[in-house]
Every structure is written in C-alpha cells, then in structure tokens.
C-alpha cells in the first residue's frame, strides 16, 4: 500500500508538471565537468547537500534509491516542521544524477520534488529543483503564497550550498 500523499508519482522525472499545483522550477550552474558532476551527484543522493543547506535528514538508507523513507525537518526549535518523503524515482546516469521524493500523508504539502545535476553540452553542470505542490496541513493553507516564496528561497540557498559543496570538493582534487 503506497503512503504518498497525490497520484501523479513520477511526474518530475520528464514532465510536463501536473496542473492544480503550484510549480518550481530553479536551475543553477554548480561546476564543470565530469568530475563535478559526479561530486554534485553524491552530495544530492548521499543527503549532504540537504544537510549542508540547513536541513534534518533521517533516511531509510544512505543513499538516494526508489522506495527509501526520508524524513527531511526545517525550522528553528519548536518552530521546526517535519515532512515524511518517499523517494519515487532516482537517475544515475552518464551525464544526469538525482532523485525525486514524493510526500506522505503526513507532510504538510502534497506533490513532489526533484534534486538532479546535468552536464550541458558545453560541459557545464547543472543544477535543478522542480517541483509541484499544494497545501495539505491547515497550516500551509493558512500560510497561502508565503510558501512557494519559502520554496523558492530554499531551492537558491540548496544551489548556492551544491556549488560550495563542488568547490570544496574541487579544492582537494588540486
């Protein structure tokens, strides 16, 4: 029996984003090259990348793959809210890493998210979040357009935090 929360499971691997959902879509440069892209890749499915931007990750496993439970908190003491996740599907690819988790019937949201680095043509490598969602707590339907701004702000600090990540990273590949 599945405990997520909506029925377009999948929907963020290919799109198109189903409709009745608020949309995210946030693309950064993070690197360049293979040797990034792998970087990029472990830090998003080894839930660093989550952990580094603020973030309380619990996992059913350490690493990203279909069917893993994650419990992803964000706030500050009392003021901390925990969302029950499933990831749906994961990449692990020549030139395209990531995953998707869906949320469970407890998360305070409905819908799904995607965490996947890419290498362009030119060799660049990037980062994406897209997501659709919607409220499903009365308290995030209370919060009304306060929280695809949250979304938003979280998405750019996740890619600012990847790219410190990857330089890091770089630094001791010197």
Not at 25 to 53: F, N, S, Y
């Amino acid at each position: 029996m599945s405990t997520l929360s909506y029925p377009e499971v999948g929907a963020t691997r290919l799109g198109p984003l189903p409709t009745g959902y608020h949309h995210l879509h946030h693309r950064t440069p993070v690197g360049h090259g293979r040797a990034d892209l792998e970087a990029a890749g472990a830090a998003i499915t080894e839930w660093r990348m989550h952990r580094a931007g603020g973030a309380r990750v619990r996992a059913s496993a350490p690493r990203a793959g279909d069917g893993v439970r994650v419990r992803v908190s964000l706030g500050i003491g009392p003021l901390r809210f925990t969302a029950p996740c499933q990831v749906v599907w994961t990449a692990y690819e020549q030139d395209r890493i990531g995953f998707a988790y869906g949320t469970e019937v407890r998360h305070p949201e409905r819908g799904e998210e995607c965490f996947v680095v890419e290498t362009a043509d030119d060799g660049t490598v990037w980062f994406t979040v897209m997501a659709f969602s919607r409220p499903a707590a009365w308290y995030t339907r209370l919060a009304g357009p306060v929280v695809p701004v949250l979304q938003r702000l979280y998405a750019r600090r996740l890619g600012s935090t990847l790219r410190r990540i990857v330089d890091e990273e770089r630094g001791g590949r010197s």
